[in-house]
């Protein structure tokens, strides 16, 4: 997404066309956001799963679920970056970028001795976060786009508890997935948990018109 949205800002910044910026903007916040709670969902619910599944550690899991909350800001931070650079604010996001490094570089520095590899993971969250703002102030100055807390945050972390709940509710009752071992049977259930959550959000797009 990131990739195709620098061409589309650039060619809309070109016709002058703020509308469509806004739109883009918009659209990639909402989107960011329902793909960055679906991963804080997996990776906090999957985690220990994963960790043993994909790199046979067990403490592996516990960083997933650590580095789960880093989805969103991730997210975010990349497409924003991608618009801002497409505006032509190739600066912006280089001293951005720079100040969000300098952050994790302390919590290296500092943290690490002290407290070992989780310093770093949370060193990384905390400079997603302030990337992920620097970015969308600045576009805030440059673009007036319009954002939806509840429509954007709170829907999607709602739908995504009520997933879950049908997804303990159904496989409390019946596992079919046990015996293909412990990696394909993780990603099958993780699929029926996207498939509730996408389905989920679906139903009410389709019920608000759009």
Request: glycine share 12%; proline share 2%.
């Amino acid at each position: 997404m990131a990739v195709l949205l620098l061409p589309t800002v650039a060619e809309a910044q070109a016709g002058g066309n703020e509308s469509r910026i806004a739109q883009t903007i918009s659209m990639s916040l909402r989107y960011s956001l329902y793909m960055g709670i679906l991963c804080i969902g997996i990776f906090t619910l999957f985690g220990p799963e994963l960790g043993v599944g994909v790199f046979k550690d067990s403490s592996a899991g516990s960083f997933m679920q650590i580095l789960a909350w880093l989805c969103p800001f991730l997210y975010l931070a990349t497409t924003m970056g991608s618009i801002l650079n497409g505006l032509g604010k190739t600066t912006t996001t280089f001293l951005q970028n720079i100040a969000a490094l300098i952050l994790r570089l302390a919590f290296v520095l500092i943290g690490i001795p002290r407290f070992g590899i989780t310093s770093y993971l949370w060193g990384m969250l905390a400079s997603e976060l302030l990337l992920a703002f620097l970015h969308l102030a600045s576009l805030k100055k440059l673009v007036s786009f319009s954002w939806d807390a509840v429509e954007m945050i709170v829907k999607p972390a709602l739908l995504l508890i009520i997933s879950i709940g049908v997804y303990y509710g159904v496989f409390s009752l019946w596992d079919g997935f046990d015996g293909f071992g412990l990696f394909v049977s993780t990603a099958l259930h993780i699929g029926v948990l996207c498939i509730c959550y996408g389905g989920l959000l679906a139903v009410f797009h389709l019920a608000k018109g759009g």
